[in-house]
């Protein structure tokens, strides 16, 4: 009974759920261009704001104390996801670049509070919500950085493909983790979360973004 139960939430804690980040991210991504078509950039703003409205929904339900942590880090982690893409869609919208001066002192300057609140607080769903937000800007600013080194100095060329490649043997270490490492839900939950973020970066190394 304990190892089917195991099983179970290998399958649907871990591999689901990876699954499922990804799925939603490239879902909600692959949706901007028939926004923008028929409704164009009003459109695109009202979208945006939908999901940013979305986003603080499940980042509120991560927070309710009435939900056991394994809810909390679920939540927080949707919320996370969406956070996300509305950061990287309000920038596309704006013209702007998450390489720029303003945008890193930006990031460290939140990366810098966030920090502060980790540490004092004990908030599941907080910690997964800000971790997934923070993976996403960390690698989109790494990649992005890059391919900016790349354009001055052509001999790193191959840099892109063997960041993709290492994102491949880190999907694939994430999903030995799923299946042989970990002990608990929330630890397939944290295995979900690291397929999620090798499939972007894979994704960022060799088509050079989502938007």
Not at 15 to 33: Q, R
Not at 53 to 70: H, I, R, T, W
Not at 146 to 174: D, E, K, R, S
């Amino acid at each position: 009974m304990k190892q089917a139960f195991e099983l179970r939430s290998k399958l649907v804690d871990g591999l689901l759920a990876g699954s499922v980040f990804v799925l939603l991210e490239l879902l909600l991504i692959l949706l901007i261009k028939p926004v923008q078509v028929i409704f164009s950039r009003p459109g695109l703003l009202v979208y945006t704001v939908s999901l940013m409205a979305v986003g603080v929904l499940c980042l509120e339900q991560s927070l309710s104390a009435e939900k056991d942590e394994m809810n909390q880090a679920w939540w927080g982690t949707l919320g996370g996801i969406l956070g996300w893409v509305v950061i990287e869609l309000g920038t596309w919208l704006g013209g702007q670049s998450m390489i720029g001066e303003t945008a890193i002192f930006s990031l460290m300057f939140i990366f810098l509070i966030v920090s502060s609140l980790w540490r004092h607080t004990r908030l599941v769903g907080f910690r997964y919500f800000a971790l997934l937000i923070f993976l996403g800007w960390i690698g989109h600013v790494a990649i992005q950085g890059i391919v900016l080194l790349v354009t001055y100095m052509p001999q790193l060329g191959m840099t892109l493909t063997i960041i993709g490649l290492l994102a491949g043997v880190g999907l694939a270490a994430a999903l030995l983790y799923n299946f042989f490492g970990t002990r608990s839900r929330q630890e397939r939950l944290d295995a979900a979360i690291m397929a999620w973020f090798a499939v972007m970066v894979l994704i960022y190394a060799f088509r050079g973004g989502f938007i």
